[in-house]
């Protein structure tokens, strides 16, 4: 298995940036692909942004959400085995719950990070 801490959310201004960290309890170059998921309230979980195996990644590598896309970036620090998602041009209804998902490790979610966007 494998623990996952994310940090990095807060309140934010419209417009404004956050970046969002993963920290992953083991060697993350081990691990194929990571993601990021948001839950807003009375909502459903939603895929954000996603490393894509090399297998199925057909030349494209990161996955987009449309409604992130151009905004947020996902990337990773293998030495610092961290995840991060840099968010940029913050929008009120990007408030919600964000988490870090190891793809190689079914189930496994961290606590979350709450990233609240006044207008």
């Known amino acids: 298995q494998v623990q996952l801490v994310e940090s990095g959310g807060g309140l934010v201004q419209a417009g404004g940036s956050l970046r969002l960290s993963c920290a992953v309890s083991r060697d993350i170059s081990s691990i194929k692909s990571m993601g990021w998921y948001r839950q807003a309230p009375g909502k459903e979980r939603e895929l954000v942004a996603r490393e894509l195996d090399a297998a199925d990644s057909g030349g494209s590598s990161i996955y987009y959400a449309y409604f992130v896309k151009g905004r947020f970036t996902i990337s990773r620090d293998n030495a610092a085995n961290t995840l991060y998602l840099q968010m940029n041009s913050l929008k009120p209804e990007d408030t919600a719950w964000y988490s870090c998902?190891?793809?190689?490790?079914?189930?496994?979610w961290g606590q979350g990070t709450q990233v609240t966007v006044s207008s």
């Open positions: 998902a190891a793809y190689d490790y079914p189930g496994s």
